[in-house]
């Protein structure tokens, strides 16, 4: 089992920023790929970034460029620094957690952009 703990949402005006934590703890591999997910009211969860244990990343079109995801392995932390935010990147965000074809999820932190 792997707990997520994520931290760092907010309320921000546009343009604004805001870095979102998530640190993982229990049966933690090596090898694994972190992610972060977000779901707007009345959508889907949808993929926002994701970073291998080796580094290797991939973003969503609509975040290119205004968002880094980044990890620390010796702390098992994995962060999105978001920049340049819009309201329409106003949701709950999910941390996510893959190993070994499992996948564990955060419980959730709020991001909220005003006009």
């Given at each position: 089992q792997v707990q997520l703990v994520e931290s760092g949402g907010g309320l921000v005006q546009a343009g604004g920023s805001l870095r979102l934590s998530?640190?993982?703890?229990?049966?933690?591999?090596?090898?694994?790929t972190k992610g972060w997910y977000r779901?707007?009211?009345g959508k889907q969860r949808e993929l926002v970034a994701t970073i291998t244990s080796?580094?290797?990343?991939n973003y969503a079109d609509s975040v290119k460029g205004r968002f880094a995801i980044s990890r620390d392995?010796?702390?098992n932390t994995v962060y999105l620094q978001m920049?340049?935010?819009?309201?329409?990147?106003t949701g709950v965000y999910y941390c996510s957690w893959d190993q070994y074809g499992l996948r564990?999820?955060?419980q959730g932190t709020q991001?909220?952009?005003s006009p």
């Amino acid at each position: 089992q792997v707990q997520l703990v994520e931290s760092g949402g907010g309320l921000v005006q546009a343009g604004g920023s805001l870095r979102l934590s998530c640190a993982a703890s229990g049966s933690i591999f090596r090898t694994n790929t972190k992610g972060w997910y977000r779901q707007a009211p009345g959508k889907q969860r949808e993929l926002v970034a994701t970073i291998t244990s080796g580094g290797s990343t991939n973003y969503a079109d609509s975040v290119k460029g205004r968002f880094a995801i980044s990890r620390d392995n010796a702390k098992n932390t994995v962060y999105l620094q978001m920049n340049s935010l819009k309201p329409e990147d106003t949701g709950v965000y999910y941390c996510s957690w893959d190993q070994y074809g499992l996948r564990y999820w955060g419980q959730g932190t709020q991001v909220t952009v005003s006009p």
